[in-house]
């Protein structure tokens, strides 16, 4: 099977969680994401903003992990909202903002109406992009 690489858009309080936890979950706990997604394949997070309940633009990439296994499971949040996850592992990296990226990313087609592309809260991206995206959240990375 292809490796195949994915955008998942969160806030980056909930991505850190996840990077702590060795966990995703994308489009606020739906299963079906994740199951689109195979051992082997990456994922890139990207935090419109830093809190899920606040407005504050973030707008960076945030974590970069790759998908360690073929099980989708559920995990009960609170009494009446159970959500889905897979286990990841993430790699050391550090946050990048997105804005100098916009002129050189396939997947953004209108750069000025550029944040249209995260709308769907979990896409795929070619390799190309992935390159790009992880290139700079390793540069530096200590």
Avoid at 72 to 84: A, C, K, R, V
Wanted: charge should be positive.
């Amino acid at each position: 099977m292809n490796t195949r690489y994915w955008i998942g858009v969160a806030s980056k309080d909930h991505v850190d969680k996840g990077k702590t936890g060795g966990f995703c979950q994308l489009c606020h706990g739906k299963a079906e994401p994740l199951k689109r997604m195979h051992r082997g394949d990456w994922l890139i997070y990207y935090s419109p903003k830093e809190k899920f309940h606040t407005n504050t633009p973030y707008q960076h990439f945030t974590a970069v992990g790759q998908i360690i296994d073929d099980q989708t499971y559920s995990y009960q949040m609170s009494e009446n909202f159970i959500l889905f996850r897979r286990n990841i592992h993430f790699l050391s990296s550090q946050d990048v903002a997105i804005h100098p990226l916009i002129s050189s990313l396939q997947f953004i087609k209108n750069k000025k109406s550029w944040g249209m592309a995260f709308r769907y809260g979990f896409f795929e991206i070619s390799q190309d992009d992935f390159q790009l995206i992880t290139t700079n959240m390793m540069a530096n990375n200590d």
